[in-house]
Protein backbone atom coordinates (compact mmCIF):
# COMPACT_ATOMS: atom_id res chain seq x y z
CA UNK A 1 0.00 0.00 0.00
CA UNK A 2 1.60 3.53 -1.24
CA UNK A 3 1.99 5.83 1.94
CA UNK A 4 0.08 8.63 2.82
CA UNK A 5 2.55 10.57 1.81
CA UNK A 6 2.81 9.00 -1.82
CA UNK A 7 -0.40 9.47 -1.67
CA UNK A 8 -1.11 13.13 -1.57
CA UNK A 9 1.78 13.63 -3.74
CA UNK A 10 0.12 11.45 -6.06
CA UNK A 11 -3.00 13.17 -5.93
CA UNK A 12 -1.52 17.08 -6.06
CA UNK A 13 0.31 15.45 -9.31
CA UNK A 14 -2.89 15.14 -11.47
CA UNK A 15 -3.85 18.63 -12.01
CA UNK A 16 -0.81 19.67 -13.15
CA UNK A 17 -1.06 16.64 -15.89
CA UNK A 18 -4.97 18.08 -16.62
CA UNK A 19 -3.54 21.08 -16.90
CA UNK A 20 -1.01 20.30 -19.64
CA UNK A 21 -3.25 17.74 -21.25
CA UNK A 22 -5.64 20.36 -21.95
CA UNK A 23 -2.92 23.08 -22.96
CA UNK A 24 -1.00 21.00 -25.12
CA UNK A 25 -4.11 19.10 -26.95
CA UNK A 26 -5.06 22.64 -27.38
CA UNK A 27 -1.96 24.37 -29.07
CA UNK A 28 -1.51 20.78 -31.25
CA UNK A 29 -5.46 20.91 -32.38
CA UNK A 30 -4.87 24.76 -33.22
CA UNK A 31 -1.14 24.01 -34.94
CA UNK A 32 -2.54 21.06 -36.69
CA UNK A 33 -5.78 22.91 -38.15
CA UNK A 34 -3.72 25.62 -39.37
CA UNK A 35 -2.13 23.43 -41.86
CA UNK A 36 -3.07 25.01 -45.32
CA UNK A 37 -2.97 21.80 -46.95
CA UNK A 38 -4.84 19.47 -44.62
CA UNK A 39 -8.39 19.71 -46.76
CA UNK A 40 -6.53 18.90 -49.84
CA UNK A 41 -4.02 16.42 -48.48
CA UNK A 42 -7.01 14.11 -47.27
CA UNK A 43 -8.77 14.02 -50.12
CA UNK A 44 -6.22 13.27 -53.00
CA UNK A 45 -4.27 9.50 -53.47
CA UNK A 46 -1.07 11.22 -52.44
CA UNK A 47 1.36 9.34 -51.17
CA UNK A 48 -1.13 6.15 -51.39
CA UNK A 49 2.34 3.78 -51.63
CA UNK A 50 2.41 3.73 -48.04
CA UNK A 51 -0.96 2.21 -47.70
CA UNK A 52 0.16 -0.11 -50.09
CA UNK A 53 3.55 -1.31 -48.74
CA UNK A 54 0.39 -1.62 -44.81
CA UNK A 55 -1.57 -4.05 -46.94
CA UNK A 56 1.53 -5.94 -48.35
CA UNK A 57 3.93 -5.86 -45.37
CA UNK A 58 4.06 -9.57 -44.65
CA UNK A 59 5.43 -9.67 -48.84
CA UNK A 60 8.35 -9.11 -50.15
CA UNK A 61 9.66 -5.90 -51.19
CA UNK A 62 11.86 -3.80 -52.90
CA UNK A 63 11.09 0.01 -52.81
CA UNK A 64 13.87 1.88 -50.09
CA UNK A 65 10.45 3.27 -48.02
CA UNK A 66 10.00 -0.18 -46.77
CA UNK A 67 12.90 0.39 -44.62
CA UNK A 68 9.78 2.53 -42.27
CA UNK A 69 7.81 -0.91 -40.92
CA UNK A 70 6.32 0.56 -37.72
CA UNK A 71 4.46 2.58 -38.91
CA UNK A 72 2.80 0.73 -41.40
CA UNK A 73 2.96 -2.50 -39.11
CA UNK A 74 0.41 -0.49 -36.57
CA UNK A 75 -2.26 0.50 -39.21
CA UNK A 76 -2.27 -3.03 -40.41
CA UNK A 77 -2.90 -4.39 -36.27
CA UNK A 78 -5.42 -1.74 -35.81
CA UNK A 79 -7.63 -2.11 -39.39
CA UNK A 80 -6.41 1.82 -40.58
CA UNK A 81 -5.41 0.32 -44.13
CA UNK A 82 -9.20 -0.23 -45.22
CA UNK A 83 -8.65 3.21 -47.38
CA UNK A 84 -6.82 5.56 -48.44
CA UNK A 85 -8.46 8.25 -46.02
CA UNK A 86 -8.23 5.57 -42.95
CA UNK A 87 -4.58 5.61 -43.17
CA UNK A 88 -4.14 9.25 -43.25
CA UNK A 89 -6.54 9.87 -40.31
CA UNK A 90 -4.38 7.75 -38.65
CA UNK A 91 -1.34 9.59 -39.55
CA UNK A 92 -3.07 12.84 -38.44
CA UNK A 93 -3.98 11.43 -35.06
CA UNK A 94 -0.33 10.92 -34.29
CA UNK A 95 0.08 13.94 -35.18
CA UNK A 96 -2.16 15.80 -33.13
CA UNK A 97 -0.83 13.15 -30.22
CA UNK A 98 3.07 14.35 -30.31
CA UNK A 99 2.32 17.57 -28.10
CA UNK A 100 0.08 15.74 -25.01
CA UNK A 101 2.50 12.77 -24.59
CA UNK A 102 5.62 14.87 -25.13
CA UNK A 103 3.97 16.96 -22.40
CA UNK A 104 3.06 13.59 -20.20
CA UNK A 105 6.91 12.58 -20.63
CA UNK A 106 7.78 16.06 -19.92
CA UNK A 107 6.69 16.28 -17.10
CA UNK A 108 7.30 12.97 -15.44
CA UNK A 109 10.66 14.19 -16.09
CA UNK A 110 10.86 17.99 -14.84
CA UNK A 111 8.37 17.29 -12.22
CA UNK A 112 7.39 21.12 -12.36
CA UNK A 113 4.85 22.26 -14.37
CA UNK A 114 5.98 25.43 -15.47
CA UNK A 115 9.00 23.97 -16.43
CA UNK A 116 6.79 21.67 -18.70
CA UNK A 117 4.20 24.39 -19.84
CA UNK A 118 7.67 26.43 -21.43
CA UNK A 119 9.01 23.34 -23.22
CA UNK A 120 5.62 22.56 -24.69
CA UNK A 121 4.98 26.04 -25.84
CA UNK A 122 8.85 26.59 -26.90
CA UNK A 123 8.44 23.28 -28.90
CA UNK A 124 4.94 23.43 -30.15
CA UNK A 125 5.95 27.35 -31.84
CA UNK A 126 8.52 26.76 -32.89
CA UNK A 127 8.57 22.82 -34.59
CA UNK A 128 7.32 24.12 -37.45
CA UNK A 129 6.44 20.32 -39.05
CA UNK A 130 3.73 20.76 -36.46
CA UNK A 131 1.87 23.23 -38.58
CA UNK A 132 3.09 21.89 -42.31
CA UNK A 133 3.40 17.57 -42.14
CA UNK A 134 2.24 15.62 -44.70
CA UNK A 135 0.11 12.94 -44.01
CA UNK A 136 1.05 9.64 -44.93
CA UNK A 137 4.56 9.24 -43.98
CA UNK A 138 5.70 7.95 -40.62
CA UNK A 139 7.06 10.89 -39.67
CA UNK A 140 4.88 11.41 -36.59
CA UNK A 141 5.40 8.51 -34.92
CA UNK A 142 8.95 8.96 -35.36
CA UNK A 143 9.37 12.81 -33.76
CA UNK A 144 6.78 10.96 -31.27
CA UNK A 145 9.18 7.99 -30.42
CA UNK A 146 12.93 10.63 -30.92
CA UNK A 147 11.44 12.96 -28.47
CA UNK A 148 9.61 10.96 -25.79
CA UNK A 149 12.78 9.20 -25.22
CA UNK A 150 14.82 12.47 -24.52
CA UNK A 151 12.68 12.81 -21.29
CA UNK A 152 13.73 9.06 -19.86
CA UNK A 153 15.98 8.61 -16.77
CA UNK A 154 15.83 4.96 -17.34
CA UNK A 155 18.78 3.79 -19.81
CA UNK A 156 15.82 0.36 -20.29
CA UNK A 157 13.18 3.21 -21.78
CA UNK A 158 15.15 5.41 -23.58
CA UNK A 159 16.95 2.13 -25.29
CA UNK A 160 13.43 0.51 -26.32
CA UNK A 161 11.98 3.80 -27.83
CA UNK A 162 14.83 4.69 -29.64
CA UNK A 163 14.72 0.94 -31.27
CA UNK A 164 11.08 1.98 -31.87
CA UNK A 165 12.71 5.00 -33.59
CA UNK A 166 14.89 3.04 -36.00
CA UNK A 167 12.24 0.59 -36.58
CA UNK A 168 9.81 3.44 -37.92
CA UNK A 169 12.65 5.80 -40.01
CA UNK A 170 15.20 3.62 -39.65
CA UNK A 171 18.04 5.94 -41.91
CA UNK A 172 16.40 9.70 -40.47
CA UNK A 173 16.08 8.35 -36.77
CA UNK A 174 19.63 7.05 -36.88
CA UNK A 175 21.10 10.41 -37.47
CA UNK A 176 18.78 11.94 -35.09
CA UNK A 177 20.47 9.52 -32.25
CA UNK A 178 23.90 10.40 -33.87
CA UNK A 179 23.12 14.18 -32.87
CA UNK A 180 21.31 13.68 -29.91
CA UNK A 181 24.58 11.71 -28.77
CA UNK A 182 26.93 14.57 -29.46
CA UNK A 183 24.95 17.11 -27.14
CA UNK A 184 24.74 14.04 -24.38
CA UNK A 185 28.43 13.74 -24.67
CA UNK A 186 29.10 17.38 -24.08
CA UNK A 187 25.68 17.78 -21.98
CA UNK A 188 25.52 20.52 -19.54
CA UNK A 189 22.49 19.04 -18.07
CA UNK A 190 23.47 16.91 -14.82
CA UNK A 191 20.45 15.41 -13.80
CA UNK A 192 20.47 12.37 -16.92
CA UNK A 193 22.74 8.98 -15.67
CA UNK A 194 26.23 9.55 -16.91
CA UNK A 195 26.84 10.58 -20.21
CA UNK A 196 28.72 7.13 -21.15
CA UNK A 197 26.20 4.95 -20.24
CA UNK A 198 23.54 7.16 -22.19
CA UNK A 199 26.18 7.16 -25.44
CA UNK A 200 26.16 3.46 -24.86
CA UNK A 201 22.53 2.82 -24.71
CA UNK A 202 21.45 5.14 -27.72
CA UNK A 203 24.45 3.85 -30.15
CA UNK A 204 23.34 0.27 -29.27
CA UNK A 205 19.36 1.34 -30.36
CA UNK A 206 21.04 1.95 -33.57
CA UNK A 207 22.67 -1.37 -33.63
CA UNK A 208 19.42 -3.37 -32.22
CA UNK A 209 17.18 -1.15 -34.74
CA UNK A 210 19.40 -2.26 -37.94
CA UNK A 211 19.65 -6.02 -36.71
CA UNK A 212 15.82 -6.19 -36.17
CA UNK A 213 15.07 -4.98 -39.59
CA UNK A 214 17.71 -6.85 -41.35
CA UNK A 215 15.67 -9.70 -39.71
CA UNK A 216 12.83 -8.60 -41.36
CA UNK A 217 14.05 -8.61 -44.31
CA UNK A 218 15.28 -12.16 -44.12
CA UNK A 219 12.26 -13.40 -43.14
CA UNK A 220 9.25 -12.21 -45.44
CA UNK A 221 12.46 -12.02 -47.58
CA UNK A 222 12.75 -7.74 -48.91
CA UNK A 223 15.31 -7.06 -51.20
CA UNK A 224 15.51 -3.04 -50.88
CA UNK A 225 17.24 -0.62 -52.47
CA UNK A 226 18.80 1.61 -49.49
CA UNK A 227 17.98 5.37 -49.33
CA UNK A 228 21.70 5.83 -49.95
CA UNK A 229 21.81 4.12 -53.17
CA UNK A 230 18.65 5.94 -54.30
CA UNK A 231 20.46 9.36 -53.30
CA UNK A 232 23.71 8.42 -54.53
CA UNK A 233 21.69 6.88 -58.30
CA UNK A 234 20.46 10.60 -58.27
CA UNK A 235 24.46 12.36 -58.25
CA UNK A 236 25.26 15.28 -56.52
CA UNK A 237 24.36 17.58 -59.32
CA UNK A 238 20.43 16.73 -58.96
CA UNK A 239 20.46 17.82 -55.37
CA UNK A 240 22.91 21.02 -56.09
CA UNK A 241 20.77 22.06 -59.04
CA UNK A 242 17.43 21.73 -56.57
CA UNK A 243 19.27 23.50 -54.07
CA UNK A 244 20.84 26.80 -56.45
CA UNK A 245 17.12 27.01 -57.26
CA UNK A 246 15.76 28.37 -54.05
CA UNK A 247 18.82 28.60 -52.24
CA UNK A 248 16.87 31.14 -49.55
CA UNK A 249 13.99 28.72 -49.14
CA UNK A 250 16.67 25.83 -48.62
CA UNK A 251 18.53 27.77 -45.25
CA UNK A 252 14.75 28.60 -44.25
CA UNK A 253 13.21 25.43 -44.34
CA UNK A 254 12.65 24.98 -40.16
CA UNK A 255 11.14 27.92 -40.09
CA UNK A 256 12.21 31.77 -38.64
CA UNK A 257 10.89 31.20 -35.19
CA UNK A 258 13.29 27.57 -34.89
CA UNK A 259 16.06 29.22 -36.60
CA UNK A 260 15.55 32.20 -34.10
CA UNK A 261 15.20 30.08 -30.94
CA UNK A 262 17.54 27.55 -31.62
CA UNK A 263 20.52 30.42 -32.21
CA UNK A 264 19.51 32.25 -29.00
CA UNK A 265 19.50 29.10 -26.87
CA UNK A 266 23.28 28.48 -28.74
CA UNK A 267 23.79 31.94 -27.44
CA UNK A 268 22.97 31.45 -24.34
CA UNK A 269 25.42 28.59 -23.90
CA UNK A 270 28.44 30.42 -25.49
CA UNK A 271 27.98 33.38 -22.59
CA UNK A 272 27.83 30.45 -20.02
CA UNK A 273 31.12 29.16 -22.00
CA UNK A 274 30.38 25.89 -22.60
CA UNK A 275 31.84 25.87 -26.21
CA UNK A 276 31.97 22.29 -26.93
CA UNK A 277 28.04 22.10 -26.69
CA UNK A 278 27.20 25.10 -28.52
CA UNK A 279 29.66 23.91 -31.23
CA UNK A 280 27.84 20.25 -31.12
CA UNK A 281 24.55 21.88 -31.18
CA UNK A 282 25.85 23.98 -34.39
CA UNK A 283 26.91 20.04 -35.45
CA UNK A 284 23.80 18.32 -35.02
CA UNK A 285 21.87 21.56 -37.32
CA UNK A 286 24.20 20.78 -39.71
CA UNK A 287 23.73 17.37 -39.76
CA UNK A 288 19.93 18.15 -40.50
CA UNK A 289 20.99 20.38 -43.24
CA UNK A 290 22.61 17.84 -45.16
CA UNK A 291 20.43 15.37 -45.19
CA UNK A 292 17.90 17.90 -46.20
CA UNK A 293 20.51 18.36 -49.32
CA UNK A 294 20.41 14.83 -49.96
CA UNK A 295 16.97 14.05 -50.28
CA UNK A 296 13.86 15.91 -52.15
CA UNK A 297 11.43 15.97 -49.09
CA UNK A 298 11.85 19.37 -47.05
CA UNK A 299 11.03 20.00 -44.54
CA UNK A 300 9.48 17.02 -42.93
CA UNK A 301 13.13 15.17 -42.99
CA UNK A 302 14.55 18.05 -41.65
CA UNK A 303 12.01 17.93 -38.97
CA UNK A 304 13.01 14.10 -38.04
CA UNK A 305 16.41 14.91 -38.01
CA UNK A 306 16.54 17.34 -35.54
CA UNK A 307 13.75 15.93 -33.18
CA UNK A 308 15.54 14.13 -30.53
CA UNK A 309 18.89 16.71 -30.45
CA UNK A 310 15.87 19.70 -29.93
CA UNK A 311 14.44 18.25 -27.92
CA UNK A 312 17.72 17.71 -25.23
CA UNK A 313 18.65 21.59 -26.34
CA UNK A 314 15.37 22.50 -25.16
CA UNK A 315 15.56 20.45 -22.09
CA UNK A 316 19.40 21.75 -21.06
CA UNK A 317 17.94 25.53 -22.06
CA UNK A 318 15.45 25.38 -19.57
CA UNK A 319 16.50 23.37 -16.63
CA UNK A 320 19.81 25.55 -16.44
CA UNK A 321 17.72 29.25 -16.11
CA UNK A 322 18.28 30.39 -12.84
CA UNK A 323 15.23 31.38 -11.77
CA UNK A 324 13.41 27.97 -11.50
CA UNK A 325 14.53 28.12 -7.42
CA UNK A 326 12.23 31.07 -6.77
CA UNK A 327 9.24 29.36 -9.16
CA UNK A 328 7.17 27.10 -6.69
Sequence with gaps: MPSSATAKSNRQAVPAYLILLFVSSCLSVFLVMRN??????????????????????FQPQSA????????????????ATQTL???????GILTV????????????????????????????LSFQYLQFYILGFPDPLTILLLV?????????????????AMLSHFSMAALSVLGLISLVYFSTNTSFYSQKNLVGAALAAILAGKALLLAWYA????????????????????????????????????????????????????????????????????????????????????AVVIAAPYAYLLLSFINSLPFWRTVK
Excluded at 64 to 79: D, N, R, T, V
Aim: proline share 3%; with cysteine.
Design 36 to 57: PWVASDLNTDSYVWFLEFSRAI
Design 148 to 164: IAVFQKRLGAMFTLLVL
Design 219 to 302: VFHYQLLSRLDWALGKGYIFFLERYETNTAGFWLTPGIPFLALYFLIAAYFLMQKKFAFVFTAILTLAIAYVALFWTVDGLRVF
Design 85 to 91: ITYKLLC
Design 97 to 124: CILPIAAIFAQRYFQNLYKTLLFIVLFG
Design 64 to 79: YYAESILLPLLAKILG
